[in-house]
């Protein structure tokens, strides 16, 4: 088993309508969360970071932590075609396990005009 | 501000062959981790430096090293390359060593490709 899991998709979403993508992970000292987004060929790029039970919105952006579930998930509103993209999920410890991050396989979103 | 800059983008080496990447990160940052992407693995890390120290290590084997310069710049070095070892390598930076709270941007990546 994975240390972080995702669905490998694609995950096809018409443009306007909501993407939902769900991360589990199987450390439960994992602290911190992250969602980056990688398009083909490019480095990944920090969305959103939680840490505390709950959600977490920015923009058209929502993440969610669910730490006794261990379960986060990233809402992509209004999704625009810009957004297709494989989107990568990953948790760190923190403390002295420093900024090692753990990634899940990315979930493949692809958004239809 | 310019962001994590890493040199070459792009090389091909042969298998038995070694290589050194190298990574400048964002001004003010401390740390510095590598971490390899391919198809099969995904993104994987491979180790951290801090204040010139190595703070944590992957599960890679010993031909993959790295060390930190007093200013933060880093370089890490696969000895006797082997096919599998053609990837994207990452560098990334940020100012603390602790995820929580800790904003780590990534470089555009050192694609090595080994024949």
């Known amino acids: 088993q994975k240390e972080v899991e995702q669905n490998s998709g694609p995950l096809s979403v018409p443009e306007g309508a909501i993407a939902s993508l769900n991360c589990t992970y199987s450390d439960r000292v994992s602290q911190s969360f992250f969602w980056y987004r990688q398009y083909s060929g490019k480095s990944p790029e920090l969305i959103m970071s939680?840490?505390?039970?709950g959600d977490k919105e920015d923009g058209r952006f929502t993440a969610q932590l669910n730490k006794a579930s261990q379960y986060v998930s990233l809402l992509i509103r209004d999704s625009q075609p810009s957004d297709s993209a494989t989107y990568l999920c990953?948790?760190?410890?923190?403390?002295?396990?420093?900024?090692?991050?753990?990634f899940g396989g990315g979930t493949r979103v692809l958004v239809k005009p | 501000k310019a962001g994590v800059t890493q040199t070459p983008r792009y090389l091909i080496k042969t298998r038995g062959q070694q290589v050194t990447l190298s990574c400048s990160p964002i001004?003010?940052?401390?740390?510095v981790s590598w971490y390899q992407q391919t198809p099969g693995q995904g993104l994987q890390f491979l180790f951290e430096?801090?204040?010139?120290?190595?703070?944590n290590k992957g599960n890679f084997p010993g031909r993959f090293s790295g060390r930190q310069f007093s200013n933060s710049r880093s370089e890490m070095n696969v000895s006797t390359l082997e096919l599998g070892d053609s990837a994207l390598y990452l560098c990334a930076s940020s100012v603390g060593t602790d995820t929580t709270g800790n904003t780590i941007y990534f470089g555009e990546g050192s694609w090595l490709t080994v024949v």
């Open positions: 001004s003010g940052h401390r740390s």
């Open positions: 430096y801090f204040s010139e120290t190595q703070r």
């Open positions: 990953a948790s760190g410890r923190g403390g002295a396990a420093g900024n090692k991050l753990t």
């Open positions: 939680i840490y505390s039970n």
